[in-house]
């Protein structure tokens, strides 16, 4: 409600007084903190050399050493989850944010529409006198809300951001990424060849924020969430930085988790006690229905490996690392800036990762995932030939399960395992030079994502809110661990912590932690009520080898009726490891409101694949642009275009003649060409494509361009069975974004010579059912 107007109001304003208590806008405790989040992606606990790894991160160390490493913080084991309870601090399930966006299901805890009850920390802040900045990865929408038909209702700036430059989804190519701008969609500053990388543009964007918060409100407080896309896939790096990891990992991945562990223990992270799990714990382990636990990502021994797949694999380690320590130089920038500025002293800094390394790169690791996104095989030849061109511009990279279990050192399981610490526990580092004191040795206590915001608001002395913009809100569910940072000695009075994710079940309390056996979506195999629970102590046995359920079957039985409790409490269920048929089943909202066609006009936003319109994979589809010719001898560009260079399909004009070519995962651009120039006037082209038949899970079938009804060219093609892009390169016409579909053109080839009225998708004759593997793999890898 406005406030009552408290002047006074005469007929002439010479005998009035105003009220100027309206513009005042908040105030900041004095001397309240700046808040800086870092928020990595898919960085395993042994990675960093802090945590006593390989990689090499000096601006990362530059923060821990000027605050303090915390050695239990966990997380939710996937990316929105984790997100969303950092920026809340409550459970995932209480955000509605229990799966990533892509996979929003009509339940309260799987909705991934977080609750305006649930106010986020930048909502909080900015009504306490701070200015508020996101820079990088959002994904804290569902899919159908992404586009620019959306209300926006869940995107940053309504959800108590000021600004906000980065991406929307889980991923983005990292050479040329899918960017927004506040509420609308830009292109990239420059290109890969002037030097263009995304973490370096998410540092100069974050500089510019942070100049204009000094520069036009010097002295107010500001809060900065920085999430750069590293170390999610596609792991890119300039070729520079990569080489500078040439033979560090040569040892091969088994003996890496033997010096990364020892490394550990001499810095006081890991008890001397501590050995490493088996390779692969559970691979004896069997469903309900005598299912396996998906022996084909078992991780291959490294001494079973060809050298050509050393070669490989060694890359693919050097390429990540270089990833990390790119980013790490970008992150510096910023805080070489605030040391400049005099702002580091007085500025909370929170570093953490999302969840553990990632093992979607399966036993092989891939030079470009799109293959694994749509169920083809890896072609070892053809990743070989790439082999030097690793986290470069023409591949989309991901390493192999073997390195996920090294970098995940020393514990046991990956990313989406909320039941075992390789998947819940992550690297973090906090930062207060003005309050909190510097330390060598680790803060041990028991730590989760949703504690954040408790800690923060009580650094900053400021308790949560009843309400925001008149919305009641819910009890915070994290415990704040401020006095711990204060004092060593101080204690946590955190009592349990819940986990859930993907059907995988967990539940920490008093240091005991029991672990629910069962692999995550889409392993299918339900009945929950037979799951077999592992108990652990933690203080004892950090990495969960010691299963003392039979030992102790009354402390078990505790925590699982606990485990329900919370569960209930939380929104915990229903829980969801649904196999791919039974996912793809469910029907949600499509924001266009069509299933079969989609209309586009010229130069609009670009439209997104994933619940923008008709889906094209394993369909009969056909393109009709209607246009008009004014200048033959100039004619030329993109007429229609969605996808890039790893898959994707394009409709244009070159050399007076009309093209259309059909991107086969970046292996093979399959071309339709008209013989004669095309004529002023107006036309109607149109390419039309049936599927009559598969090679394996490939569709092909017959593909025809004709020009006002006539057949101008016509050929066999295949198509890919999923979708073209994860990356975010949506449908587009008269221009290209990002990179080209075609090696014959240059983005962004934007149409000339005439005018395009629009252009219509449709899907004709019979929906073909997709591979429903091929589509799961495809919405989880942008986690």
Same mark, same amino acid.
């Given at each position: 409600m406005?406030?009552?107007?408290a002047?006074?109001i005469a007929?002439?304003?010479?005998?009035?007084?105003?009220?100027?208590?309206?513009?005042?806008?908040?105030?900041?405790?004095?001397?309240?903190?700046?808040?800086?989040?870092?928020?990595?992606?898919?960085?395993?606990?042994?990675?960093?050399?802090?945590?006593g790894?390989l990689?090499?991160?000096p601006?990362?160390?530059?923060?821990?050493?000027?605050?303090?490493?915390?050695?239990?913080?966990?997380?939710?084991?996937l990316?929105?989850p984790?997100?969303a309870?950092?920026l809340?601090?409550r459970n995932?399930?209480?955000?509605?944010?229990?799966t990533?966006?892509?996979?929003a299901?009509g339940f309260?805890?799987?909705?991934?529409?977080?609750?305006?009850?649930?106010g986020?920390l930048?909502?909080?802040?900015?009504?306490r006198?701070y200015?508020?900045?996101a820079?990088?990865?959002?994904?804290?929408s569902?899919?159908?809300?992404?586009g620019?038909?959306?209300s926006k209702?869940?995107?940053?700036?309504?959800?108590?951001?000021?600004?906000?430059?980065?991406?929307?989804?889980?991923?983005t190519d !990292?050479?040329?990424?899918?960017l927004t701008?506040?509420n609308?969609?830009?292109?990239?500053p420059?290109?890969p060849?002037?030097?263009?990388h995304?973490?370096?543009?998410?540092?100069d964007?974050?500089?510019e924020?942070?100049?204009d918060?000094?520069?036009?409100a010097?002295g107010k407080?500001?809060?900065?969430?920085?999430?750069p896309?590293?170390?999610?896939?596609?792991h890119?790096?300039?070729r520079?930085?990569?080489?500078?990891?040439a033979?560090?990992?040569?040892m091969?991945?088994?003996?890496y988790?033997e010096?990364?562990?020892?490394? !550990?223990?001499?810095l006081?992270l890991m008890p001397?006690?501590t050995?490493?799990?088996?390779?692969?714990?559970?691979?004896d382990?069997v469903?309900?229905?005598?299912?396996s636990?998906?022996?084909?990502?078992?991780?291959r021994?490294?001494d079973?490996?060809?050298?050509?797949e050393?070669?490989?694999?060694? *890359?693919?380690?050097?390429v990540?690392?270089g990833?990390?320590?790119?980013?790490?130089? !970008?992150?510096?920038?910023?805080?070489?800036?605030?040391?400049?500025?005099g702002?580091l002293?007085?500025?909370?800094?929170?570093?953490?990762?999302?969840?553990?390394?990632s093992?979607e790169?399966?036993p &092989?690791?891939s030079?470009?995932?799109?293959?694994?996104?749509?169920?083809v095989?890896?072609?070892?030849d053809?990743n070989l030939?790439?082999?030097?061109?690793?986290?470069?511009?023409?591949t989309h990279?991901?390493?192999?399960?073997?390195?996920a279990?090294?970098?995940?050192?020393?514990?046991?399981?990956?990313?989406t395992h909320?039941?075992?610490?390789?998947?819940?526990?992550?690297?973090?580092?906090?930062?207060?030079?003005?309050?909190?004191?510097?330390?060598?040795?680790?803060?041990?206590?028991?730590?989760?994502?949703?504690d954040i915001?408790? &800690?923060?608001?009580e650094?900053?002395?400021i308790?949560?809110?009843?309400?925001?913009?008149g919305?009641?809100?819910?009890?915070?569910?994290?415990?704040?661990?401020?006095?711990?940072?204060?004092?060593?000695?101080?204690? &946590?009075?955190?009592?349990?912590?819940f986990?859930?994710?993907?059907?995988? *079940?967990?539940?920490?309390?008093?240091?005991?932690?029991?672990?629910?056996?069962?692999?995550?979506?889409?392993s299918?195999w339900?009945?929950?009520?037979?799951?077999?629970?592992?108990?652990?102590?933690l203080p004892?046995d950090?990495?969960q080898?010691?299963?003392l359920?039979?030992?102790?079957?009354?402390?078990?039985?505790?925590?699982?009726?606990?485990?329900?409790?919370?569960a209930?409490?939380?929104n915990?269920?229903?829980?969801?490891d649904?196999n791919?048929?039974?996912i793809l089943?469910v029907?949600?909202?499509?924001? &266009?409101?069509?299933?079969?066609?989609?209309?586009l006009?010229?130069d609009?936003a670009?439209?997104s694949?994933?619940?923008?319109?008709?889906?094209?994979?394993?369909?009969?589809?056909?393109?009709t642009a209607?246009?008009?010719?004014?200048d033959?001898?100039?004619?030329?560009g993109?007429?229609?275009?969605?996808g890039a260079?790893f898959?994707?399909?394009?409709?244009f004009?070159?050399?007076?003649r009309?093209?259309?070519?059909?991107n086969?995962?970046?292996?093979?651009e399959?071309?339709?060409?008209?013989a004669?120039?095309?004529?002023?006037g107006?036309h109607?082209i149109?390419?039309r494509?049936?599927?009559?038949?598969?090679a394996?899970?490939?569709?092909?079938?017959?593909?025809?361009?004709t020009?006002?009804?006539?057949?101008?060219s016509?050929r066999?093609i295949?198509?890919q069975?999923?979708?073209?892009?994860?990356?975010?390169?949506?449908?587009?016409v008269?221009?290209?974004v990002? !990179?080209?579909?075609?090696?014959?053109y240059?983005?962004p080839?934007?149409f000339?010579?005439?005018?395009?009225?629009r252009?219509?998708?449709r899907?004709?004759?019979?929906?073909?059912?997709?591979?429903?593997?091929a589509?799961?793999?495809?919405?989880f890898? *942008?986690?």
């Amino acid at each position: 409600m406005p406030l009552p107007f408290a002047g006074r109001i005469a007929a002439d304003v010479r005998e009035s007084e105003p009220d100027w208590k309206p513009y005042l806008e908040p105030t900041a405790p004095e001397g309240a903190p700046n808040v800086l989040f870092v928020v990595w992606d898919d960085i395993g606990y042994g990675a960093w050399d802090l945590y006593g790894g390989l990689i090499e991160m000096p601006t990362m160390r530059r923060i821990a050493e000027r605050g303090v490493r915390l050695s239990q913080f966990h997380t939710t084991a996937l990316c929105s989850p984790t997100r969303a309870a950092l920026l809340t601090g409550r459970n995932a399930q209480s955000n509605g944010m229990g799966t990533i966006g892509e996979m929003a299901d009509g339940f309260p805890g799987l909705s991934c529409l977080i609750p305006r009850e649930n106010g986020m920390l930048p909502e909080v802040l900015r009504d306490r006198g701070y200015n508020t900045f996101a820079i990088g990865k959002w994904h804290l929408s569902p899919a159908v809300e992404m586009g620019m038909g959306a209300s926006k209702r869940t995107w940053p700036l309504s959800r108590g951001f000021d600004r906000f430059y980065g991406f929307l989804g889980g991923l983005t190519d !990292q050479w040329y990424p899918d960017l927004t701008y506040d509420n609308h969609p830009v292109d990239p500053p420059s290109r890969p060849e002037d030097g263009y990388h995304l973490s370096a543009d998410l540092a100069d964007k974050a500089l510019e924020f942070l100049r204009d918060s000094l520069s036009a409100a010097p002295g107010k407080p500001w809060f900065a969430y920085l999430a750069p896309g590293a170390g999610h896939a596609p792991h890119h790096a300039p070729r520079a930085w990569s080489d500078r990891y040439a033979g560090a990992f040569s040892m091969g991945y088994e003996r890496y988790r033997e010096i990364v562990l020892e490394n !550990q223990k001499r810095l006081g992270l890991m008890p001397e006690s501590t050995v490493l799990p088996p390779v692969n714990p559970y691979s004896d382990v069997v469903g309900p229905a005598g299912q396996s636990w998906n022996e084909s990502d078992r991780v291959r021994e490294w001494d079973s490996l060809s050298p050509d797949e050393h070669r490989m694999l060694e *890359r693919q380690a050097e390429v990540f690392a270089g990833f990390l320590s790119y980013t790490d130089a !970008q992150v510096g920038r910023v805080i070489d800036f605030l040391e400049q500025s005099g702002q580091l002293d007085n500025t909370v800094i929170v570093v953490v990762s999302d969840n553990g390394a990632s093992a979607e790169g399966g036993p &092989t690791g891939s030079v470009n995932e799109n293959r694994w996104y749509n169920g083809v095989p890896e072609d070892p030849d053809l990743n070989l030939s790439l082999l030097q061109d690793l986290g470069l511009e023409n591949t989309h990279p991901h390493y192999s399960n073997g390195w996920a279990m090294a970098f995940n050192t020393p514990f046991k399981m990956y990313k989406t395992h909320a039941s075992f610490e390789g998947g819940v526990a992550d690297p973090a580092l906090i930062s207060w030079p003005a309050r909190i004191p510097a330390r060598t040795d680790p803060i041990t206590a028991y730590a989760h994502a949703i504690d954040i915001v408790p &800690t923060v608001l009580e650094a900053i002395g400021i308790e949560a809110p009843e309400g925001i913009a008149g919305i009641p809100q819910s009890p915070i569910e994290g415990v704040s661990f401020f006095r711990s940072l204060l004092d060593e000695g101080t204690a &946590t009075t955190k009592a349990h912590q819940f986990y859930s994710m993907l059907g995988t *079940r967990g539940v920490w309390a008093d240091g005991w932690h029991a672990s629910a056996v069962h692999p995550p979506t889409p392993s299918g195999w339900g009945r929950f009520d037979e799951d077999r629970w592992e108990l652990y102590h933690l203080p004892s046995d950090r990495n969960q080898l010691q299963d003392l359920a039979a030992e102790r079957p009354a402390k078990l039985a505790e925590l699982v009726r606990l485990w329900d409790e919370l569960a209930t409490k939380y929104n915990g269920y229903p829980l969801d490891d649904r196999n791919s048929e039974e996912i793809l089943a469910v029907e949600r909202p499509n924001m &266009t409101g069509l299933t079969d066609t989609l209309v586009l006009y010229p130069d609009g936003a670009p439209i997104s694949e994933h619940g923008g319109g008709p889906e094209l994979p394993h369909r009969s589809f056909s393109i009709t642009a209607d246009l008009d010719i004014e200048d033959a001898q100039a004619a030329k560009g993109v007429i229609y275009s969605l996808g890039a260079r790893f898959g994707g399909h394009a409709l244009f004009l070159k050399e007076n003649r009309v093209r259309y070519v059909y991107n086969w995962l970046g292996e093979q651009e399959q071309e339709l060409a008209a013989a004669a120039p095309v004529s002023a006037g107006r036309h109607v082209i149109e390419v039309r494509y049936e599927i009559d038949g598969f090679a394996g899970i490939v569709p092909e079938g017959v593909a025809t361009l004709t020009i006002d009804d006539e057949i101008v060219s016509q050929r066999r093609i295949r198509t890919q069975p999923g979708y073209f892009s994860l990356s975010g390169e949506g449908a587009t016409v008269g221009r290209e974004v990002g !990179q080209p579909v075609s090696t014959t053109y240059s983005p962004p080839f934007a149409f000339t010579g005439g005018a395009i009225d629009r252009v219509v998708v449709r899907l004709i004759g019979d929906q073909i059912p997709r591979d429903p593997a091929a589509q799961i793999n495809e919405a989880f890898g *942008r986690d």
